[in-house]
């Protein structure tokens, strides 16, 4: 049966209804050096608050990376301000070294420069494997056990051949059939994404926090007594 639009907006509303108030310290949150990432962020959230949970973990790994890359450069340029005399060269420099890098070597680059600790690094190397591949770049294998090809479940099928023919009394023949794990694979990654999308945005918005602070303390950055207090 169709859903009426009026029962989507209702679904909607109910969303929004269920899960705005937990993400009001995101919303709210103030960075210092990942001001700019405000929009993916504010983007994400809404996805939260609807449960479009897939779309979230691609934002996600997207904030990741860009969050990793803007730390690289925002320490590259030791808290240099823009309009002084040598903010352009340092920011050339610090573009050309690190936007072109992948994950893995911006990981690296971070744990060396102490800007993510070694235990954080590896971490991040995880979530590359079980969010960013199979969600970002299609690497489905990635959520699946290596087996996958093996696996199979026992189901029901048709041949569509038959409806022509089929009537009330004479329905179609049902065929025994295993379907096997890989036809499932958008299924299981719908499942991974409905657990975790919350948990791995919480979890990388908390690493950004880490890192943000570990630049205000490098650079001796002191926000204003009203905003330390919005940011506990």
């Known amino acids: 049966m169709r859903i009426s639009n009026k029962k989507r907006i209702e679904s909607l509303t109910t969303k929004v209804l269920q ?69 352009v060269r340092l920011q050339q420099e610090a573009y050309s070294k690190f936007d072109n890098l992948v994950l893995e070597k911006s990981v690296d680059f971070a744990c060396k420069e102490k800007i993510l600790t070694n235990d954080e690094g590896s971490l991040v190397k995880c979530w590359k494997n079980t969010y960013r591949n199979p969600f970002s770049h299609a690497n489905i294998s990635k959520i699946l056990p290596e087996n996958a090809s093996d696996i199979y479940f026992p189901g029901w099928g048709f041949d569509f051949r038959d409806s022509t023919t089929a009537t ?41 926090i880490k890192i943000d602070k570990r630049y205000k303390e490098k650079f001796n950055i002191k926000f204003p007594i009203k905003m330390q207090a919005e940011n506990p």
């Open 19 to 87: 899960n705005a108030d937990k993400m009001i310290f995101y919303q709210e949150y103030k960075f210092y050096i990942f001001c700019e990432l405000k929009s993916i962020i504010d983007e994400n959230i809404v996805c939260l608050i609807l449960d479009l949970n897939q779309a979230s973990i691609c934002l996600t790994n997207h904030l990741l990376e860009r969050s990793i890359k803007r730390a690289l450069i925002s320490f590259c340029l030791q808290n240099t301000k823009f309009g002084e005399p040598d903010f």
């Open 168 to 208: 009330k009394e004479s329905p179609m023949p049902m065929i025994k059939v295993e379907i096997p794990m890989l036809l499932l694979a958008q299924t299981l990654q719908s499942d991974l994404a409905k657990d975790k999308a919350f948990e791995y945005f919480d979890n990388v918005f908390k690493l950004m």
